[in-house]
């Protein structure tokens, strides 16, 4: 079983120290980096797999150079080896560029199955993993929260979150996985592990090694932060006393004035 699991190193929600730069882009440099987390459940899900069908678990990242050491750590829970798209034209990539680079480098590697989180704690677009799916052309199984490969059938089920349980998917391999905290907890990294992760392997990929037309025409994000302004302050709220036929009663004619109900 070969699975790729795409991480992004996320600047440390523990840390609380994101704060925007003059662009009003997120100043990464402002906080410690950390595999951003439903990409860990992902890893998690893909490391217990192997663990019981054999194979390969590797990582595929796109980010600037520095991001080799966050990828570091992904090594050191147990994935074998590292591809990591680095290129200084990605500065600030929008979301249909990240896909378009995420799924040409995945088609430089041989997988089953393609593992990528639900979201990331940084952007929340929550459609990078989607979108690499049909970039690829392949189904996408979203919202695991158990995995269940069948190599010798060539084909994977999913249990997925829904809004009434559970729903049950099943697509040929490969395939694309999105993962969620459902998966199970990620493991800490041994110091085996930790000392096994210096000497892995990490390829850099650039641009120029994965074909053209990835950039948007003239090389400019269709879309920029102009402003960034705090929401208005909330105002002092309304107590309602009494027994409660009054509450009751008070509470419906503030929901009628204000043509709520």
């Known amino acids: 079983m070969r699975i790729l699991v795409m991480t992004k190193p996320v600047p440390d929600p523990a840390a609380n120290a994101e704060r925007l730069g003059p662009d009003f882009r997120l100043d990464r440099g402002a906080s410690p980096t950390v595999v951003n987390g439903n990409d860990e459940y992902g890893l998690e899900a893909a490391l217990q797999l192997v ?7 590797a990582i595929l990242t796109m980010a600037p150079a520095g991001g080799v050491e966050t990828m570091r750590k992904a090594l050191a829970m147990g994935a074998l080896r590292g591809v990591l798209v680095a ?3 990605l500065a600030g990539a ?3 560029t990240t896909i378009r680079v995420l799924a040409a480098a995945a088609q430089t590697q041989e997988w089953d199955l393609l593992l990528g989180g639900l ?4 952007g929340a ?4 993993t989607a979108g690499v799916a049909a970039r690829l052309g392949l189904p996408l199984l979203s919202a695991a929260a158990h995995i269940a490969p069948d190599e010798a059938g060539r084909k994977v089920r999913v249990r997925r979150l829904s809004a009434k349980g559970y729903d049950l998917l099943e697509a040929p391999m490969p395939a694309v ?9 990620p493991r800490y990294p041994s110091l085996k592990g930790i000392m096994a992760a210096r000497s892995r392997q990490i390829t850099t990929l650039s641009l120029a090694d994965l074909g053209e037309g ?10 920029r932060v102009v402003g ?3 929401p208005p302050s909330r105002a002092t709220g309304r107590a309602v006393t009494g027994d409660a036929a009054s509450q009751a009663r008070e509470i419906a004619d503030y929901l009628t004035a204000q043509r709520i109900i």
């Open 87 to 89: 290129d200084d034209a």
């Open 214 to 223: 990835l950039l948007p025409a003239g090389g400019q994000w269709p879309s």
């Open 228 to 230: 960034v302004q705090p």
């Open 177 to 185: 996985v999105s993962c969620t905290q459902a998966l199970g907890t």
């Open 51 to 57: 663990e019981a069908l054999g194979g390969e678990v």
């Open 94 to 96: 929008d979301i249909p």
């Open 119 to 122: 979201d990331t704690s940084d």
């Open 125 to 128: 677009g929550g459609a990078v």
